[in-house]
């Protein structure tokens, strides 16, 4: 449901992945009707299986990445950068006019650990406005840690920085992060910005692997 | 005083700004002996002279940045990202061989707020290295609250990430940022991803520009 209790259908393109399963099983929880896209729809049905209990009594299906985006509301684009030029010019048409949230991190990992990627764009958020030039391009859940999204059992206590150049989808990914208990949504700016995030996440990565731990990222002494 | 509580000698490189201050103080006050530069001897001076009672009885004097980086044992560049590449060549000479410690971060103003420059080189710490080819550069601090430094009658509770290539510049870093009292350093790999921590500081001043406020980043959820 959104603030006004609104069911909104949400297409996850690419959603098989940790964080992608973690936000389509969250947003169905919170009343949502979420279709969660793959390539390859036994791929989606899998993926949707594999949340099994957790995803109990919600409106959670999986199906191909067209149907996800040719029936939502809202897209979330969580497929890694590597496929996100691959990927997204062919799901243009369903998704104009349209609220899309990318998740993607310009990152990738190679012999040295994880590294930034340099997008011609600035971001992957950018690069996402820019292959899908009709749709409203909101940007979110860099850093979430998708192991507390997948803990339906307990409150996912984590920021997200929530980046836009539109207004609609600023509302949009906004309100649908404040849908998850006990995460909370911070409005940090342009579209342009969302490149720290990504970034960030890179050096996320680096220290847990260092560390051997799962820690993310929380804003301190932030007050409205 | 080190961890073997040996003193050492650090020069600030445009000391002068909030962060330059703020680290300078905290260090002073841990037992170092601090030449906080500038360009301008008298700015050195008066940017002392503003810490007034917090650097009493330290061992802090304004120099010139050259006079900084002669006599220092490890330096810190805090200069704006702009002045980098003009300030650093003419100190390359005295600054061979040495720990530096880049706090610069990669980013700037425009009219529509904080933006993150694009460097050539990945990133302004990597950008340092290149400049000061026989230093051995670690970056660090790039997230740190200047108000929680230049506040000394409380603790600066707060993170900084450390990336180094290099192991004896990443060591001193971190045992430096371990001096300040509330100060946690934390291991986050080569150089390259201190792109990392300097495009989050740009997220950060959008955010605290946004809200009003002075947040700052933690990182949860970690044990080593």
């Not at 590597?82 to 310009?106: F, S």
């Not at 764009?121 to 292959?131: M, P, R």
Request: charged content about 25%; aromatic content about 4%; glycine content about 10%.
């Amino acid at each position: 449901m959104d603030s006004d209790g609104a069911q909104t259908t949400i297409g996850f393109v690419g959603g098989t992945g940790p964080l992608g399963r973690g936000l389509a099983v969250r947003l169905a929880r919170a009343g949502h009707r979420v279709l969660l896209g793959s390539r390859d729809e036994g791929k989606a049905a899998a993926a949707v299986e594999k949340l099994g209990e957790r995803a109990a009594g919600t409106d959670l299906v999986g199906v191909t990445n067209e149907r996800a985006c040719a029936d939502a509301d809202v897209a979330f684009v969580t497929i890694p950068y590597t496929g996100q030029r691959q990927a997204l010019p062919a799901l243009a048409g369903p998704l104009g006019g349209k609220v899309v949230v990318c998740c993607v991190n310009a990152i990738e990992v190679d012999d040295r650990g994880p590294k930034v990627v340099r997008v011609p764009a600035g971001s992957a958020a950018e690069e996402c406005q820019d292959l899908l030039a009709r749709s409203r391009v909101a940007a979110a859940f860099h850093t979430v840690p998708a192991r507390l999204l997948l803990d339906v059992g307990n409150q996912a206590d984590c920021d997200t920085f929530v980046f836009a150049d539109d207004e609609p989808a600023r509302k949009a990914a906004f309100e649908l992060a404040t849908d998850i208990p006990g995460m909370r949504a911070i409005d940090a700016g342009p579209l342009r910005l969302s490149v720290g995030a990504e970034a960030a996440t890179a050096v996320l990565l680096a220290v847990n692997l260092r560390y051997g731990t799962r820690a993310h990222l929380r804003v301190e002494d932030l007050e409205r």
